[in-house]
């Protein structure tokens, strides 16, 4: 007899892929009557929040994700600001889902609008127009109230699309809070203020509601970004809580830490305490879901509106730390899913199916799947005992080489660890290295790890030896890291830049506190003797070294400039004439030029104002007349 199943307290499903044909079948077509249990649907979109509560046959909804719309600069109160998004437009997704659920003018109590950024209203002002809510919140904005120019976006232009879509329908206006204001405020008030007052805390159905960050000191105290005074809504029913977060983060200001400067979490953490399901702020970006925060409302559960992948990593192991099962919104596009279904019964579930439970049985080394005693499927990541596992729909997890979405990963073979950094590894009956990143993903191409640069071949294998990458060779060491500096392959040199590539052509190296310059052919063999570049000659030595100055090759003397280049015709070395022929050999002895004759001596220097034998040179160094020709002057001027 086996020794029970070990299950613990605290699971963390790091990523589970939902329970499809379940959830399917719930978003369906769900009728519009009362429910015993309350439930938060977060439609399954991309770095966009829509959310919806349903409670009793009543229906509300917090953001709305994006539409296709958005300025194109024609109006100057909406001019093109980079950074806008185009073209992602969600309308089939959030339309359709609310169509499914059955919410109508009749059932829809409320639109709330966290904050003017078109990833939470851009669509608003469709839902708000085939819907027809009875209240639509959002707090008053202007462009002034943010000071970063660059994140303006199009916040306005969607929320003037908002603000006119709840004044067409008649909607009930809300854009201030006061909690002993009516809920629903006096529309025929004369004071501006008190018709648009409202109190943040009302029912919806059997499910409570609470508007949170309703501060307005923004307005006197303009902050870097809109998330800042984004609006975050609690929800409570049956004894449970949830937070929907918005974009909320924990600083005003650009230079601001999240994790070392009181800010808008540390306030809300206090007010919040303990809440079962947390909607991440900002979908889990930088700047948001700080540890203290986290720490307070210790969530059972954490909802990401984003990639998994894109989770600021220290929010995702501080949620590991706190034992949170957590549900991004990709996984469940994935799984074709439509929607993550909070359920606020007697107890919290998702997607209205039980989570099955991990843990060891007697005789295996690997991790199991439960639901109570017996064995059931488990689809997605498990964290125990400290190590990270995936099920693959099966009641076992998964060993050795196993593709989960796009991505290649590795789990050993007889724990079922996930396996991240080195390993070496067999496939298709060879081994090889690998490399895995911190989140177990096979990598491919160039790699920085530790200080230094590998490439992982598109199966994944360490690269040794010469590579050529988009035109490009590069060497690796044996340990597969690239190599830089010099590099002797069998009996030739070849010079590897800083970069890792090869160097071709002139390349300047430094050593030993001097520099010098090479030539590399094309195959990246440094070159000797001489050569032709640029219309010029140059002379390498023997260890590929330019040389400069003078250079005697066989019986023949040759300048080469600092420059490198070959020198030919005239020469002055310190005050001192010299000629080198076109072929840049030095010449000696008589030479004509342009039919003056010069004499340079066996140096080479040329000679000047002086007597060569009988011919004379003058202080040009051209020759001027004979011996006897100057007896003939000399006489000639005596006899005057």
Request: aromatic content about 14%; hydrophobic content about 35%.
């Amino acid at each position: 007899m086996h020794r029970p199943f070990r299950s613990f307290d605290r699971l963390f499903l790091f990523a589970p892929m939902l329970m499809l044909a379940a959830a399917v079948a719930h978003a369906g077509a769900v009728p519009s009557i009362a429910h015993a249990d309350e439930r938060i649907h977060v439609i399954s979109l991309i770095s966009e929040d829509a959310i919806v509560l349903e409670s009793d046959g009543h229906f509300g909804i917090v953001d709305s994700g994006e539409d296709s719309f958005w300025p194109d600069g024609s109006d100057p109160r909406y001019p093109w600001r980079d950074g806008i998004t185009t073209g992602r437009g969600s309308e089939d997704e959030v339309l359709g889902y609310l169509r499914s659920l059955g919410v109508n003018e009749d059932n829809f109590d409320f639109y709330i609008g966290t904050h003017p950024h078109s990833d939470h209203i851009s669509m608003a002002d469709q839902v708000i127009r085939e819907f027809k809510p009875k209240r639509v919140y959002i707090k008053p904005y202007k462009d002034e109230y943010v000071t970063e120019p660059d994140r303006l976006w199009d916040n306005l232009f969607i929320y003037d699309r908002m603000i006119a879509a709840a004044q067409e329908t008649g909607a009930t206006l809300i854009q201030h809070f006061d909690e002993g204001a009516p809920v629903s405020p006096d529309q025929t008030s004369e004071d501006v203020v008190a018709r648009t007052t409202g109190n943040p805390v009302f029912m919806l159905g059997n499910m409570r509601i609470t508007i949170m960050n309703t501060s307005e000191d923004y307005e006197e105290h303009p902050v870097y970004d809109a998330n800042c005074f984004s609006l975050g809504v609690k929800a409570e029913a049956n004894g449970h809580s949830a937070f929907l977060a918005g974009d909320i983060n924990n600083v005003t200001r650009v230079d601001q830490d999240p994790e070392k400067e009181p800010g808008l979490e540390d306030e809300l953490a206090a007010e919040l305490g303990h809440v079962d399901v947390l909607k991440v702020g900002h979908h889990g970006l930088y700047r948001s879901n700080t540890w203290n925060y986290l720490e307070t409302l210790s969530p059972d559960f954490a909802i990401q509106t984003q990639r998994r992948r894109n989770m600021y990593w220290p929010t995702m192991q501080h949620l590991f730390e706190l034992g949170t099962k957590y549900y991004p919104t990709d996984d469940a596009i994935a799984a074709g899913v439509p929607a993550i279904v909070v359920t606020m019964g007697d107890e919290v579930s998702i997607n209205e199916r039980p989570t099955a439970t991990v843990g060891r049985i007697e005789g295996s080394s690997l991790l199991h799947a439960r639901v109570g005693d017996a064995a059931a499927a488990a689809t997605g990541w498990y964290w125990y005992d400290g190590a990270r596992y995936f099920f693959d729909n099966a009641d076992v997890c998964a060993t050795g080489w196993t593709k989960v979405g796009d991505d290649w990963r590795y789990f050993d073979e007889s724990t079922g660890v996930e396996r991240t950094g080195w390993q070496k590894l067999a496939w298709n009956q060879s081994t090889a290295w690998y490399h895995f990143d911190a989140d177990g993903v096979m990598d491919t191409g160039w790699h920085k790890i530790d200080g230094r640069w590998y490439y992982l071949a598109p199966s994944g294998r360490m690269k040794t030896g010469w590579l050529e990458d988009e035109g490009y060779w590069y060497h690796l060491a044996s340990s597969g890291a690239m190599q830089t500096g010099w590099y002797k392959d069998g009996s030739e040199w070849y010079f590897l830049r800083s970069s890792g590539r090869m160097a071709t052509g002139w390349q300047e190296v430094e050593g030993n506190n001097v520099t010098n310059w090479y030539f590399f052919g094309e195959s990246g063999r440094y070159l000797t003797g001489w050569i032709k570049s640029g219309g010029e000659w140059y002379h390498l030595a023997v260890d590929g070294i330019m040389d400069t100055g003078w250079l005697k090759e066989g019986r023949n003397w040759y300048f080469l400039t600092s420059s490198g280049a070959m020198k030919t015709g005239w020469l002055n070395r310190n005050g001192t004439w010299y000629h080198l022929r076109e072929s840049g050999a030095m010449d000696t002895g008589w030479i004509k030029l342009d039919s003056l004759w010069y004499y340079l001596y066996d140096d080479g220097s040329m000679a000047f104002s002086t007597w060569i034998g009988s011919w004379h040179v003058g202080s040009d160094g051209a020759y001027d007349m004979t011996k006897e020709e100057f007896e003939k002057k000399a006489a000639k001027e005596s006899a005057r």
